[in-house]
């Protein structure tokens, strides 16, 4: 019988504080670009999931998979964007690093506030 790791998982806001005074560098538009992450790719790498694909198409796709395996409580949540806009609490991840150009901990400060 196959014998699947226990993760002990931090809030999202714990991980990105870690990863950003850890000094990694932050990338947007990709998971990975080089060695920058963006905030979700930052994530999988502190819990060393591997989300290299032979295609971008194919390393999106893994990277999501363990996005949601990892917080599958998170789906159906949501949080509210700086511009008031509701969004799942991942997608607002993406949109905070993305679109809304904050830092590591930026985001951390701002899923604290939402209690994430």
Known sequence: METKQIIELLPLSDVLHHVADKGYEQCKFS????????????ILNYYDKDFEGDSWVSSEMKAW?????????????????PSTQTVSVIEGITMLNDDYNMSFHEIADYLDKQGF
Not at 31 to 42: D, I, Q, R, S, V
Not at 66 to 81: D, E, G, Q, V
């Open 31 to 42: 998971f990975k670009h080089n060695n920058e992450y963006c905030a979700l790719g930052a």
């Open 65 to 81: 998979k363990h996005i949601h395996n990892l917080y599958p409580h998170l789906t159906a949540k949501s949080i509210i964007l």
